[in-house]
């Protein structure tokens, strides 16, 4: 049973970085497609940046594009959202996901693809 956790997150001002840190247990991250989901209360759980099982592009969103990047660290068997620019429009709960298949990449955007979550992190970005 492969468990992810989650690090990082917390309150930051507009324009600052963030960098939250997701790890599998049971698991190497090499092996998994991993992606990042965010959600506000009272929306649905959005894809945020993913990146396929064995590569290191990083697939995003018009509203996050040139400011995301999602990472993996092989050696430290941990996957990243490296968040720049952050905007207020950017806060809510952060999860990270993963799937020891090899979704298309047109699946990275579909919640169902993945069948590991991790526990979620706030983001707070603050005006």
């Known amino acids: 049973q492969v468990q992810l956790v989650q690090s990082g997150g917390g309150l930051v001002q507009v324009g600052d970085s963030l960098r939250l840190a997701c790890a599998p247990s049971?698991?190497?991250?090499?092996?998994?497609?991993m992606a990042w989901f965010r959600q506000v209360p009272g929306k649905e759980r959005e894809f945020v940046a993913g990146l396929k099982r064995g590569s290191g592009t990083t697939y995003g969103t018009e509203s996050t594009k040139g400011r995301f990047t999602a990472s993996r660290d092989n050696g430290k068997n941990t996957g990243y959202l490296q968040m720049n620019n952050l905007k207020p429009e950017d806060t809510a709960i952060y999860y990270c996901a993963a799937t020891g298949g090899n979704p298309i990449v047109s699946s990275l955007w579909d919640s169902s693809t993945f069948e590991y979550w991790g526990q979620g992190t706030q983001v707070t970005v603050c005006s």
């Open positions: 049971g698991r190497t991250v090499s092996t998994l497609a």
